[in-house]
Every structure is written in structure tokens, then in C-alpha cells.
């Protein structure tokens, strides 16, 4: 069952075309990896799907209902944790919890269960009542992704989910995103500069290239389509993408450029 699926979704600013004719589906359980250099339209991509930004043109539809014309139900079935700092460090993690589960209108008598539960799946419940600034750069993420939870959505959305992470903090991410796909049957739909991250999780993956798909396939028929003897995703990165510097072409300002900066600085 396709649980994402987009048809020629395409997102202009000005004379820049960020996201050029986007058609990719995904299947229910899934977890689909969109790979691409800086200013491919990765994250303009998934700002679309999570209904932050509205198409130039073309459609999309996730877990059955239209980005544009049903955005409030897509937001219902959707967790999205972006490559910026969303936990509020003044707070306590079970605090950052009571929010979003207030937020997701959950009821009452279930959020304490609810926040015990998913902050126990994230190895967090003996630092419930820890204020978040005093969190290691790992577990801030596992606490960003346990919010993105609250409402046992159906799709994930994670832009660059262990940026600025340190080796072993990446690997606990990446076991736990595995996990959510296994123990909460969520389809996983994440970006990452990481290849061997990809490698590793992504069942298919999806290379952008100057707002165009360049190649999609599982990382081993990628790997063979490239008639490379030993061949690894970094080779079919660098073959369908090219080597150079691109522009920023997803719409991203220097502000949210400095934001993302400040996330790897203090994740780090």
C-alpha cells in the first residue's frame, strides 16, 4: 500500500525551481531515504509533505489525504522533526512531552501513560525530570523524536535526523528509528547527508539532483546500476549527483542557515 505518493510536485521561488516535478511513492512501512547535495530540494520536499509549504504545482497526497486540500488531516497522521533544535531546554523532558501531548489534543487521563510510554521506548524515563539542557546531544534527539510520537502518527518525517550527532549517538538513532518502523509499524521518510547511514536503514532511496529525482532504487540495485566493481552509495552519490558545490536552492535563508548551525553546535 503506497502511503506517500507525489506527481510532479514542484515548488518555485521566483526564477529558482527548488523541487522540479517530484513523483515518488512510498509504501506503508517503509523507511525511503531522500539523498542529495545542499540545495538539491530535499528539505523544500519534505516542507511540502508535512504541509509547511505549499506546492507551485502538481500534487501529493499522504496516508490518503491531499497536502493542500485536507493539510489538517495530513497533520494528524504525521510526526515531522526537523534539522532544527525543537526541544525547549528550560524545561524538563516529561514537561517538553505534557506540551506536545496537549498540543496533539490528547486526553487527559492517557498522557501520562502515553508520555511514560514512549519516553521508556526512548531510554528516556529515568531523565523525565531532568531539564533537557542538561541532555546529551543523543538523547535531546530521541526526545525530539518521542514528541514527534505523542500522537502514534502514521508517517515520520526526519530531516537529517542525527546531524551533528557524534558516532555512537548516530548508531543509537538509527537503531531506534528501525525500532519505531518494527514496534509502532510507521513509515520512516528521512533525508540524511550520511550515505552510509542510508546504506544501513533505508530500504529505497531516492537521489535529488538541482530539484530533479536522478535515480531511485534500494541502495544495492543503485550500487549495481553504476557497473562499479565494490561499489558504495558514495560512488552512486557522487555519479548521479555530481561532485560540486551546489547553491543553496531550497528556499533556505541565512537565518535558518545560522539556525541549523546552532542545532549540529548544540547537539554536538
Do not use: W
Not at 523541487?19 to 538539491?40: R, Y
Not at 546504506?199 to 532504487?217: S, T
Request: net charge neutral; aromatic share 6%.
Amino acid at each position: 500500500m503506497k502511503i506517500i505518493e507525489t506527481n510532479a510536485l514542484t515548488r518555485r521561488f521566483g526564477d529558482l525551481i527548488a523541487c522540479d516535478n517530484l513523483s515518488i511513492a512510498v509504501e506503508q512501512g517503509e523507511i525511503f531515504g531522500l539523498l542529495g547535495p545542499n540545495g538539491a530540494g530535499k528539505t523544500t520536499a519534505i516542507k511540502m509533505l508535512t504541509t509547511l509549504l505549499p506546492p507551485t504545482s502538481g500534487n501529493a497526497s499522504v496516508a490518503g489525504y491531499d497536502i493542500v486540500h485536507q493539510a489538517s488531516a495530513v497533520r494528524r497522521v504525521i510526526g515531522y522533526v526537523p534539522q532544527m533544535l525543537s526541544a525547549d531546554g528550560t524545561l524538563t523532558g516529561y514537561e517538553n512531552l505534557l506540551i506536545f501531548a496537549k498540543l496533539y489534543d490528547i486526553p487527559r487521563r492517557e498522557r501520562n501513560k502515553r508520555i511514560h510510554d514512549v519516553m521508556s521506548f526512548m531510554d528516556l524515563a529515568d531523565d523525565a525530570n531532568r531539564l533537557v539542557r542538561t541532555y546529551s546531544g543523543g538523547m535531546i534527539r530521541r526526545l525530539e523524536i518521542a514528541q514527534s510520537m505523542m500522537h502514534r502518527p502514521r508517517v515520520l518525517f526526519l530531516d537529517e535526523p542525527t546531524i551533528g550527532l557524534d558516532p555512537l549517538a548516530r548508531r543509537a538513532v538509527g537503531d531506534l528509528i528501525t525500532d519505531l518502523r518494527d514496534n509502532y509499524d510507521a513509515t520512516i521518510f528521512m533525508t540524511t547527508h550520511l550515505m552510509e547511514e542510508a546504506d544501513l536503514l533505508c530500504g529505497r532511496v531516492a537521489i535529488m539532483h538541482r530539484g530533479k529525482v536522478a535515480a531511485l532504487g534500494s541502495p544495492s540495485e543503485l550500487k549495481s546500476a553504476i557497473g562499479k566493481e565494490g561499489a558504495t552509495l558514495e560512488d552512486v552519490f557522487v555519479h548521479f549527483a555530481g561532485s560540486e558545490i551546489e547553491a543553496e536552492g531550497d528556499g533556505r535563508d541565512y537565518r535558518e542557515t545560522q539556525q541549523t548551525r546552532r542545532t549540529a553546535r548544540r547537539l554536538g
